[in-house]
């Protein structure tokens, strides 16, 4: 798949990666931090959530304009990355319950800024190596490769947040309840109804008898060890943006060539010959393709990224929370990870042109990954994971192992990686054929696709009717009432397919179609789309009080169908600009 490739790709694919891996860690547990430490409704910390990922995707238009007009790509993407780290530091300086949520914003608006200087450029300069008439054909690809690099990095955030979290929480003789924060809060807030319900959840921590077995200080207690835990989880960013650091400025010389804005090759002797120049006309045609592109993946953007909203608060009140360890295997990465590993060595078997040690070695390293998976599925209890209560059954499941609700998010950078090789392979295939969809098609089809993941949601959650988020006032929902995992892990896989068909086609698309003078200003452009939609995330949160939760996730349905019926209205003229 990197056959063919410039060395570059792969210093921007791990300089990426790293930047990626930090955030996605800080983002699986920042609505639960918020609710947590702050006691805030969801509809609150969705409304936190949805700003900071606005201004976190619209500040790449403003640092496109800095690197187009004065900086350059390499130097505004170096300055992007100091920021962010400044920026990280921040939210990990821990605080109390009562305080510190100034200091949180200011660390938010930091990393926003920081974002915009690093994310969009990079993508820009990505798009320059590809200039190159030796490479242009790969550009589509290249996307890709890129795209699966920022997903091994949010692969493991979850499990790195949890993993810190829990390692903290146990320092202080706790673990994570997902009932006891809202539970706490309300009690500190004078709500004594739930005090019955706490003292449960209260005596299965060690701690609580070292506090006298009082519930105030307990809650206290809880939530500032808790929030502190989440604190040192959001510090691993600042460690992975030093490992990106060293690596986008230590081989520099891969990417040099491509470090040159359009301004910048008109100053240059040696440069001058390769600039493109558009008319005024095609100038125009290209802008107004773009903002119609822009417009429709606003809406993908509002429905995907509930992953970390909506989503996360549907996995931590309304589905189980315990699994047998043959589930557990998709909540457990070490567990993933050999058989990932056993689906790629049988690509070595099959591959048309493999030697035949090429195959024997494919089948041998089949049956280690294979042994390994098993030997992990049957070694869960050793490996971490809580037993409680075996002999027990819920909603059809036997309790054996718990995990985290953040842990749903590891689903759609996991099938990222997967799924990633197959579709290009079927892109590959369709364009020998002659029969590849353009871009905007793709972005189409992801749209329906997009759509169709929702579905999963409403059809899980029509046994919930009469146990809405108001209904039950933001608690657990209880052991008979909670749905099984599936129908998220269903729709997590169905948008991981849709936002292969979207987005990186979207930026492979921008790349192709931006006039050369605005090129880093329309990868901007498509971050800033994004951020609309990110901030559509924290609106369209703002139903999940008010209806029934079948409703809310139709809402999503119909968007995203309007958004597929808009596009291929317009299909014909996107086409047009992308050949002119």
């Known amino acids: 798949m990197l056959k063919g490739h410039p060395r570059g790709l792969l210093v921007a694919f791990f300089a990426n990666m790293g930047e990626r891996f930090g955030y996605y860690t800080m983002l699986a547990i920042f609505v639960l931090f918020l609710q947590a430490k702050y006691g805030f409704e969801y509809r609150i910390a969705s409304q936190y959530f949805g700003i900071f990922l606005a201004f976190v995707y619209f500040m790449p238009f403003f640092g496109g304009i800095i690197a187009d007009r004065w900086l350059g790509y390499g130097k505004t993407i170096s300055l992007g990355l100091i920021v962010m780290f400044i920026g990280y530091l921040l939210i ?49 690809v290249a996307f890709n490769i890129f795209y699966m690099g920022i997903n091994i990095g949010a692969m493991f955030a979850p499990t790195a947040a949890q993993s810190v979290y829990n390692l903290f929480l146990k320092r202080f003789n ?36 070292s506090l006298n077995n009082n519930l105030e200080e307990f809650s206290r207690y809880y939530i500032n060890n808790l929030a502190e835990s989440y604190h040192w989880a959001f510090g691993v960013a600042c460690l992975s943006l030093i490992a990106s650091m060293i ?13 040159l804005t359009e301004k910048e090759k008109s100053r240059s002797d040696e440069h001058r010959d390769k600039m493109i120049i558009l008319t005024t006309q095609q100038t125009k045609q290209r802008l107004i393709a773009l903002g119609l592109v822009f417009f429709v993946v606003i809406f993908f953007w ?10 996360t608060a549907f996995a931590r009140d309304y589905t189980v929370d315990r699994v047998v360890k043959y589930t557990n295997i998709w909540f457990d990465l070490f567990g993933l990870l050999p058989i990932f590993l056993a689906v790629i060595s049988l690509y070595f078997v099959f591959r048309k042109g493999s030697s035949r040690q090429s195959r024997i070695l494919g089948g041998l ?6 042994i390994l998976a098993l030997l992990r599925i049957e070694g869960l209890g050793f490996f971490g994971f809580e037993n409680v209560n075996p ?5 059809g499941y036997s309790l054996t192992n718990e995990f ?57 959650s029509l046994s919930l009717i009469g146990f809405s988020p108001e209904a039950l006032n933001e608690t657990r929902a209880t052991a008979d009432v909670v749905v099984g995992p599936y129908w998220l892990i269903s729709t997590y896989f169905t948008l991981t397919i849709a936002e292969l068909f979207l987005s990186p086609m979207g930026i492979s698309f921008v790349s192709k179609v931006s006039p050369p003078q605005y090129k880093g200003m329309m990868q901007g452009g498509w971050l800033a789309a994004t951020a609309i939609g990110n901030y559509g995330v924290a609106l369209v949160g703002w139903f999940w009080n008010k209806v029934e939760l079948w409703i809310f996730w139709g809402i999503l349905v119909v968007f995203c169908l309007l958004a597929a019926a808009f596009i291929f209205s317009v299909l014909k003229r996107l086409e047009k600009a992308a050949s002119s």
């Open 92 to 140: 990990a300086i821990p605080t109390s319950m009562d305080g510190g949520l100034p200091l949180v914003i200011t660390g938010l608006a930091v990393i926003s800024t920081g974002t915009g200087f690093f994310k969009g450029n990079l993508q820009a300069l990505v798009g320059n190596l590809y200039d190159d008439p030796r490479y242009s054909e790969k550009r589509d």
């Open 391 to 395: 002999e027990s059954f819920f909603a």
């Open 302 to 311: 509002m429905a995907f990224h509930q992953n970390g909203a909506a989503m």
């Open 247 to 259: 690596i986008f400025w230590g081989f520099r010389k891969y990417y040099k060539h491509a470090d």
């Open 404 to 460: 985290t609700p953040e842990k749903f998010q590891h689903f759609n950078p996991f099938f990222i990686v997967a799924l990633t090789p197959i579709i290009v392979g079927i892109f590959n295939w369709l364009r020998i054929k002659g029969r590849e969809p353009s871009a905007p098609k793709k972005i189409g089809i992801g749209m329906i696709i997009t759509a169709g993941g929702f579905i999963f949601l409403v059809i899980g």
């Open 365 to 370: 390293l089949f049956i280690a990954f294979v």
């Open 174 to 209: 706790l673990f994570y309840r997902a009932d006891i924060p809202a539970l706490a809060h309300r009690y500190l807030n004078g709500d004594f109804s739930i005090a019955e319900r706490l003292q449960g959840f209260a005596e299965a921590q060690p701690a609580f008898a």
